[in-house]
């Protein structure tokens, strides 16, 4: 049976970004992301759901997150889930977290409204980027 696992997040972060390195050098930013969903009860309420997720990301992501984003910042992410499993020092039950390896991310806004004096400009846009121009483009057959 074929396996298939992936995650598509949109959501806002509840933290700034922690980035560190591996003695190797490899970027690690982990991020949490907040979720919320909106919807109805039976009796017409309307309410509110948030999801908390952690994530992982790595190498030259990790380090564009870890300069652009910061807490509040809306990001949509892609992923795949993974289950961590450890055994608690203290009490030497078994643990366990399930995360988001991030695999791709876009920004949802400009990073405009909460550009900060003295930070750093805001990250690349969140749209496609441009096509760049054929040498075809001058050569008109008509």
């Not at 959501?11 to 560190?20: A, C, I, M, S, V």
């Not at 992301?33 to 992982?56: K, M, P, Q």
């Amino acid at each position: 049976m074929p396996n298939f696992n992936k995650v598509i997040l949109a959501g806002n972060l509840t933290r700034d970004p922690e980035l560190r390195y591996t003695p190797k050098g490899t970027a690690i930013a982990r991020i949490g992301l907040a979720i919320n969903r909106s919807f109805r009860t039976e009796a017409g309420e309307t309410r509110e759901e948030t999801t908390f997720v952690d994530i992982d990301a790595f190498g030259r992501q990790a380090e564009i997150i870890g300069q652009y984003f910061r807490k509040g910042r809306p990001i949509l992410v892609e992923g795949r889930l993974r289950l961590d499993q450890w055994e608690d020092k203290n009490t030497r039950q078994k643990q366990s977290k399930l995360r988001v390896v991030l695999e791709s991310f876009s920004f949802l806004d400009s990073g405009r409204a909460e550009a900060a004096p003295g930070a750093p400009p805001p990250g690349p846009p969140s749209g496609p980027k441009p096509a760049e121009p054929s040498p075809m483009d001058d050569e008109v057959p008509f």
